[in-house]
């Protein structure tokens, strides 16, 4: 089930906190199946573009922040 949004990132990153332990403990070799070795991976790729997204949003609020974006 979807998270709702005023909580969303909340539980997904109680999600993620237990997915980090999971492969700090076991690694790659504790995933015994294709489906959550892809998922494994899918989730890495997400990790990559959501730093991406969350280091552009923080980036253009300090811009505007200084006055060097007018506001929307």
């Known amino acids: ?7 969303r990132f909340e ?4 999600d ?3 997915c980090l332990q999971a492969m700090r403990e076991e690694g790659l ?3 015994e199946n294709k489906s959550e ?3 494994a991976e899918s989730l890495a790729e ?3 573009k959501y ?4 280091d552009n949003a ?7 922040n200084l006055g060097l974006i007018p506001d929307e």
């Open 1 to 7: 089930m979807a998270n709702m949004s005023y909580c």
């Open 11 to 14: 539980n997904t990153l109680n």
């Open 16 to 18: 993620l906190r237990d």
């Open 29 to 31: 070799e504790g995933i």
């Open 37 to 39: 070795l892809e998922c």
């Open 46 to 48: 997400v990790a990559r």
């Open 51 to 54: 730093i991406k997204e969350y």
């Open 58 to 64: 923080v980036s253009d609020q300090y811009a505007r």
